[in-house]
């Protein structure tokens, strides 16, 4: 994927998702355990829950634009992916801040800021796919 006029806005697009999730994030955890009355660590898992579907759907709809695709095979795909991406940033931790002694701050900025941009580009390229790249 090169970046041509319409990646570029499609990254922005998936950077306002990313800002909208975050504070959402934030939001349903606090609403589901000071409203609900929900423990701190129920309230954080329906939170990551949410986010989980919200990510999809927003990705899906407005950041890809990949409503022609089979939503089945896409959730699928997202949702082994988006597991393989939470395994490799937290083993990439590991190394760079227990191998390598990096501070863990920037280790954990490094590795999320590349893992972003990595999702991006493969959740454009393998996840949201349409017509024949969508075949599994």
Known sequence: MRLTRSTFWRLARFVGVAAVGFPLN?????FVHEILGASEE???????????VFYF?????????????????QLFRYA??????RLSEFL?????????????????????GTSFLLK????GDV??????GDAW
């Open 42 to 52: 129920m309230a954080f898992a329906v939170a990551l829950i949410t986010l989980f």
């Open 80 to 85: 082994v992916f988006s597991a393989l991406f």
């Open 120 to 123: 991006f580009y493969f959740y």
């Open 57 to 73: 759907l927003a990705n899906r709809h407005f950041t890809f634009r990949a409503t022609g695709g089979d939503p089945s095979r």
């Open 127 to 132: 996840v949201f796919t349409e017509g024949r």
């Open 26 to 30: 934030l939001a349903v955890t606090v």
């Open 92 to 112: 990439g931790f590991l190394v760079i801040h227990t191998l390598f002694d990096v501070q863990y701050v920037i280790a954990a900025v490094v590795i999320l």
